[in-house]
């Protein structure tokens, strides 16, 4: 075994020892590639900062990052960060400002927190949509019109888009394509008499100085080579200013046995929302790219236009074509957009790790065998996007998502989607989510699951304060098939779940639950569920006591805040 230690006080040109260690992440990677055998970088207390992604591939195999002193009780607190600390000064106005020069962010931390992008809410004025975007008879005092980011809020129940502005005229608001052209397309829909023909007028606008308000920022870009962020501090406030500048941190594709423990990942923006080509949300972590458009029909009266194809929010560490890659004891925070994405490969395994303060899912995890997901805390994330789940799984096999907490977000708790079979959602603890959205639920499941033998679990789990209306604590959903739904408990949704979908469901069973409310259409069950044993005990109380069982089995095995 080797190690090797990094400071950001350190120094590349010594030999990475304990007393004089190197100064960069790369450096230690370059020097774990030359080393024999297996190889442990100890990361010392600090902020890493990146100024590029950590990019690691099958000869950086088997080596492990850790914090120094990872699972003591000397344990320092090591960041690996993306941002840019910068300076600048507080004008008249009270308003802080700094250049940045070309340097483009949809995000800002400031004193260690995130801060929210200045915004108000709508258009004001008489608003019509237009050939290429909007007009308002209300006047528009916006200083730089082409950095402007409009949000769409609930262009579906579950969606919610994000488009931007490229020029203003006398209450002609042009948007940028080919996002604007792409979402006439996508969002289309009647939905019993009710109809909607591409994206209705924004129910947020984000990002110009003129929007401050105190422990907001906006990023002007209205002079190319010279851009200035704006930060409106709270009363008192000294800030000490982050820009992040990285999206990805961490890239690691085709490795094999390399762990990450005890290390903090912070610090990145997301730009793609703010670009030409938009953010055009669907389901959960997917998004329009171009391609196919298909239609829906989900009762008769009904249809919406749907991607066929979709691309997924990325993430600040990726995980691509890898075997055997572990987090452990981390912490993924201020993240601009997914935390923790992993793509194929197989055996990743993610425990005991936190993530919070995230603009999109915590995990998302597609076409991967054999991932364990388990003792994790997920909280305070889907901050830019509503739509993304806390926990979201996709064409996987044998998959596991047990013991976690999963709280605080703005739709789904936890997803999976369609599957090879073998997915195991069990033991977690799913407490107020959909605060935002609606259709969705504290945990769902969509589409085929398997077979017979090889289908998807769900037991165990206790969920509670399913939040916004139109939401189920359970949800199988999209002609889901071969799952069990078993010894779980739902308390205070919209509704506990719901048999009658479309497509309907197929060898879905639902056995043991115990909910303090009928799920919709237990009167009246569908031929492709079975619905048995379960019990329905409207009192808090009595619900709580017999249930107690399920309760202390679930959630986090580490108790933490």
Known sequence: MTDFHVSPSGDDATPGTAERPFATLARARQAAREADGDVTVHLRAGTHVL????????????????????????????????????????????????????????????????????????????????????????????RSPAGVEFVHRGVYPWTEARTAVAAVHDGE???????????????????????????????????????????????????????????????GEEPRVVVPALEVLVRATGVRDVAFRGVVFAD????????????????SNGYYDGGRIG????????????????????????????????FEGCRFTRLGAAGLGATGGADLVVRGCDFDTLAASAISVTGTDGAVIEDNLVADVGLDHSGSAGITFHDTADCTVAHNHVRDVPHNGIVAHPSRGGTRITRNLVTRTMGVLADGGGIYLSGAQGTSEHGAVISGNVVEDTRTPYNFGLYTDYGATWVAVEGNVVARA?????????????????????????????????????????????DPAGLDTATADIRAAAGLLTRRA
């Open 51 to 142: 100024t590029e992604p950590l990019d690691l591939t099958e000869e950086d195999s088997r080596v492990v990052y850790q914090a120094f002193g990872y699972g003591t009780a000397a344990q320092e607190e090591a960041v690996v960060s993306g941002g840019r600390e910068v300076a600048g000064r507080r004008g008249p106005d009270g308003v802080w400002r700094a250049e940045v020069g070309d340097l483009v962010t949809r995000h800002l931390v400031v004193d260690g927190r995130r801060v929210e992008r200045a915004g108000v809410d709508g258009l004001p004025g008489t608003v019509r949509r237009t050939a290429t975007g909007y007009a308002t008879d209300a006047p528009l005092d916006w």
């Open 173 to 235: 608001i042009t948007m940028a394509q080919p996002a604007f052209g792409w979402a006439v397309d996508v969002y289309n829909s009647e939905w019993f008499g009710q109809v909607m023909s591409g994206p209705p007028a924004p129910t947020r606008v984000e990002n110009d100085p003129a929007f401050l308000t105190e422990g907001t920022f906006a990023l002007d870009r209205s002079r190319p080579g010279g851009h200035v962020v704006h930060y409106l501090p709270r009363p």
């Open 268 to 283: 990145t923006t997301w730009l793609r929302p703010g670009g030409d080509r938009g953010f055009l949300h669907y389901h």
């Open 295 to 326: 239609r829906v029909e989900p009762a008769e009266g009904a249809w919406l236009t749907v991607p066929e194809e979709q691309e997924q929010i990325p993430a600040g560490v990726q995980v691509d074509g890898s075997t055997g890659v572990r």
């Open 494 to 538: 919209d509704n506990t779940a719901v048999l009658h979908v479309h497509p309907p469901l197929e060898h879905v069973v639902y056995r043991g639950n115990f909910w303090d409310a009928d799920p919709v259409g237990s009167d009246a069950v569908p031929d492709g569920v079975t619905y048995e044993g379960n019990t329905t005990i409207a």
